[in-house]
């Protein structure tokens, strides 16, 4: 550890503040139902819940396919990016050579260098877990979906129930997507730290208002939060399906 300087270890306690209170706070705090990623949650049950009334169902599918899709890049983003990191290892004495040539601010230190590297690639391989656990529940949302009857075909309590099995799976699968993409995003501020501890807690700080604006007050989620009115199925009193209602799932 006398590798690490304090100004370095000061940055570092503070990027692992940040990064781990930012998850608790967008994940398990009360301030949790403010957030964007929580608004989406709304819209995700509704979706599956909407998907019953429709006797085709092709655009739930091709929605669910390019969420798969989207998750299978990221994840194979990490899997690059982790190559990436082991060819800096490789070649740590030409780059500490070549930025010393071009007055790059980079500690003159193989042993640091070399423990910022493996830093981030242990961030890159949390994010690729976390895709590639995404992407499995997504492919479980959609074998759910699959087995979620047309309405004339069972009663609709049934439908529901699968549906929401579906939805549930589904929020689970855009939770550890959202945790993967966090860990790219706060990787963007681990690069900070190759040039200097100062420069790193800037980054990471940088990172963090980014990231709590997007949450809680970006326009994305002032739009997300106006659509007050989602359909829902309605049901008459021996359990069919008569017309499409609105509610506020927010609420």
């Known amino acids: 550890m ?3 300087s304090l100004q370095d270890l000061l940055a570092a306690g503070w990027f692992l503040f940040a990064w781990f209170g930012f998850n608790l706070l967008i994940d398990l705090s009360p301030l949790r139902k403010h957030t964007l990623s929580a608004a989406m949650e709304s819209y995700r049950r509704a979706w599956m819940e909407t998907m019953t009334t429709r006797q085709v169902r092709i655009m739930d599918t091709a929605i669910m396919t390019g969420l798969q899709q989207g998750t299978a890049f990221f994840a194979s983003t990490a899997l690059l990016a982790i190559g ?3 060819t800096l290892l490789d070649a740590t004495d030409t780059i500490l050579k070549v930025a010393g040539d071009l007055s790059i601010p980079i500690d003159q230190s193989r042993a640091l260098w070399e423990i910022k590297v493996l830093g981030l690639m242990l961030i890159l391989a949390y994010a690729f877990f976390k895709f590639g656990w995404a992407y499995r529940l997504f492919n479980y949302s959609s074998i759910i979906m699959g087995s979620v009857p047309e309405a004339s075909h069972a009663g ?6 699968i549906a929401r099995q579906a939805a549930e799976l589904n929020v689970l699968a855009g939770g550890h997507f959202n945790r993967g993409q966090r860990a790219f995003f706060f990787a963007i501020a ?5 040039a200097g501890p100062i420069f790193f807690g800037v980054t990471t700080l940088a990172v963090l208002i980014v990231l709590l604006r997007r949450q809680f007050a970006s326009r994305s989620r002032s739009t997300v939060l106006s659509g007050h009115h989602l359909s829902e199925p309605v049901t008459d009193k021996d359990g069919e399906y008569t017309e499409t209602g609105s509610s506020n799932p927010f609420t």
Do not use: Y
């Open 156 to 161: 609709s309590e049934d439908i529901l129930r």
């Open 2 to 4: 006398h590798i690490l």
């Open 190 to 194: 681990f690069l900070g730290w190759f």
């Open 84 to 86: 990436g990191c082991f």
